[in-house]
């Protein structure tokens, strides 16, 4: 099992440039994360899919969108680069179990650069 | 607003000494709450949650919610300790998880 996998795993993009990091999970779990990592800032969360064809935003959303294109990926648009969104950036999968919160599986991280 | 508070973001102890690691959190109601780590060129992973009450490579965390504490404390530290180390708490529903800002634990010989 793989688990999750992220895509790209580096980028470099000039400011104003758009790209798609690619997330895909082989768990059949439910629900889908996208976190971003930045020092002295923990891991916030950006977007959550809690199954197919949801999507909600989380604590720093504004820059980004997502598409839940099926149980298994989970993508992450950035539209137009800028700078603050210089970053890692983890996806994450999980599933619930009754009243309790789900183990969250993560990705091994991209690393973006606007210039 | 539910939150956690990791007021430390680099600890630094010496091979066998204690350590505590520690975690703050605000809450309404009966949290969950959780230690992730991230050891280096690894991804991140669950290290333990407090409902589990269990010890996971030597770690405990006991809930104090009279400090509204979820310290995580190793009684030995090994080398291989050496990593950042996340609270977290679910908020909002939807089993979404908010983290702290994270600890470098650092464990010198």
């Known amino acids: 099992n793989a688990g999750v996998t992220q895509t790209p795993k580096f980028q470099v993009l000039k400011t104003g440039q758009s790209m798609t990091l690619q997330c895909a999970q082989d768990?059949?779990?439910?629900?889908m994360y996208w976190y971003r990592q930045d020092p002295g800032m923990g891991l916030r969360l950006i977007y959550y899919s809690a199954s197919e064809g949801t999507t909600d935003k989380g604590e720093v959303p504004n820059g980004y969108n997502v598409s839940r294109l099926n149980k298994r990926e989970f993508s992450l648009r950035l539209e137009s680069a800028a700078p603050s969104q210089t970053s890692v950036y983890f996806c994450?999968?999980?599933?619930?179990?009754?009243?309790?919160?789900?183990?969250?599986?993560f990705g091994e991280g991209s690393r973006l650069t606007v210039l | 607003a539910q939150r956690v508070t990791q007021p430390e973001k680099l600890l630094s102890v010496f091979k066998g000494a204690p350590v505590e690691l520690k975690c703050n959190y605000s809450?309404?109601?009966?949290?969950?709450l959780f230690w992730y780590v991230q050891y280096s060129r690894q991804r991140l992973q669950l290290l333990l949650r407090h409902i589990s009450r269990e010890s996971i490579k030597g770690f405990t965390a006991d809930l104090n919610k009279g400090e509204t504490s979820f310290h995580l404390k190793k009684p030995f530290a090994q080398e291989e300790d050496s990593a950042m180390y996340y609270c977290a708490l679910p908020t909002g529903g939807g089993n979404k998880l908010t983290f702290g800002t994270g600890t470098q634990l650092k464990v010198e010989l």
């Open positions: 994450a999968s999980s599933e619930v179990r009754g009243a309790n919160t789900g183990e969250l599986f």
């Open positions: 809450y309404s109601g009966s949290p969950e």
């Open positions: 768990m059949n779990h439910n629900s």
